[in-house]
């Protein structure tokens, strides 16, 4: 390990003990996210369109239509404030959102986001109402996103359009593993084995090919369409071929912790443990990374609370599955310990806006919304805070 590297961990360390005498009041956090959501639902001034990010220098959502990748985290957002406020007016709205989305379900596939989509939305709202049409509806488009599944390569194609507009082959990438989600519950809710079997083909292929020794992740791995043999691993979201993209890294821990839960292969088990180490290891003192672990000009280098998020979220599940007590304990500390910085006053928009965090970056190469305030921030926090309170009063975290 490098000093400046066993520098950082102590720190880290040092701080997570200030944290943990610092009782962190979970329930807090759930109403700050009711009045931030209570205030964006005033502010709206449409209910056709789903609020996306907020730029750093403005104070309104931008709004995108339903078929924009992140359609789905205003609506889950809203079913998970429902969930912890039983506000039937929030259901309402939540309800108006989700159906937003419909027509997902009823067209051929644009890409591989249909999981984040419809299963952050839909997913949320069976959870909660047991609605069977909803339950219908979510199996309908796991088939849909099945279509995109390519058996040579065995990994879903991702971006479909990135064939004509970058001239690249068959591609996928590490946000993928979320979508995988929908895949599993479909297949356990009245849809076919072919959509487990494709998932657990697309993470093993994806654990094959999609990692560097070290275990951190490529973002884009292209494969030869008719052979299905890798041809390489790059990025399009990173800093570079050979960095941690943090986001990326978040999808991979978050993605085998679900493949676990969902298959119960210890190899998934074994690997989110692989991939998540270099993540967490590698934190700043605060515990939000920097968009990419490699950016040059760190510390002076935009934060990503979104990839945060996701790791919160996730490691208060994978926590759950670890046998060594220290070890499962270390995951929950962790978890808690980013929840609570992204809790603090350095990261809450606070009344500045109604999102619930600031400081996401959503696509730095591309050069759109750095340091902003972006929905999936807002949805895995608000997830990981559900998780936390439950795990709080002994419940099981998922249900
Ligand atoms: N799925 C795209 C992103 O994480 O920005």
Known sequence: MKYSNLFWSLVFIIGLTACSNKQFDVNDSLKYCH????RSLEELK????????????????????????TSGFW????????????DEKIKEKAIKYTELLKPLSENPAYDHDLGFQVFCSYGNAYRLTKNDEYRKLIVRTADTLATLFNPRVGTILSWPRMIKDEGWPHNTIMDNMINLEMLFWASKNGGGQNLYDIAVKHAETTMRNHFRPDYTSYHV?????????????????????????????????????MCYRETRKPEFLDFAQ?????????????????WDFNAPKIPN????ASAAAVVASAL???????????QAKRYKNIAVKMITSLSSDKYLSGKSKPSFLLHSTGHWPNKSEIDYSINYADYYYIEALTRLKKLNEGKNILE
């Not at 009045?35 to 209570?38: D, P």
């Not at 691993?233 to 050979?242: A, E, I, N, W």
């Not at 280098?301 to 990503?304: A, C, G, L, Q, V």
């Open 274 to 290: 692989k991939v998540t180490e270099p993540f967490i290891s590698k934190l700043p003192e605060d515990g939000i990374p920097y």
């Open 316 to 326: 208060l599940e994978l926590s759950g599955y670890i046998k060594d007590p220290a």
């Open 75 to 86: 609506p889950g957002i809203l079913w998970y404030d429902y969930e912890f406020t039983k």
């Open 46 to 69: 449409v209910d056709t369109l789903l609020p996306r990010s907020i730029a750093d220098t403005a104070t309104t959502w931008k709004l995108v239509n339903y078929k924009d990748w």
């Open 221 to 257: 791995v292209l494969y030869d369409t008719i052979t299905g043999k890798k041809i390489k691993g790059m990025t399009h979201q990173g800093y570079s071929d050979s960095s941690m993209w943090a986001r990326g890294q978040s999808w991979a821990i978050y993605g085998f912790t």
């Open 301 to 304: 280098e935009p934060k990503d």
């Open 35 to 38: 009045k931030q959501v209570e």
